[in-house]
């Protein structure tokens, strides 16, 4: 099933934070950063990251679409 990164960055504009920011703030590489804006599959270690970096649930930045 597709995976979508949509409710990640409606967050990031929510929290007033660039893309650059959170890889910084969550130690994200250039490549996994162009994942999620391709949709593409991240591992759960790095979907962990990005809530503990954005105080968030894994549900307010991922969502499966059907």
């Not at 934070?17 to 994200?28: E, Y």
């Not at 950063?33 to 503990?52: A, D, F, G, Q």
Request: charged content about 25%; aromatic content about 4%.
């Amino acid at each position: 099933m597709p995976v979508t990164f949509k409710k990640l960055w409606i967050l990031l504009i929510e929290k007033n934070i660039t893309k650059a920011q959170l890889r910084q703030i969550a130690g994200l590489s250039q490549s996994t950063l162009t994942k999620l804006n391709k949709n593409e599959y991240v591992s759960l270690e790095i979907i962990t990251r990005i809530c503990e970096a954005l105080d968030c649930d894994i549900g307010d930045i991922v969502e499966i679409e059907r």
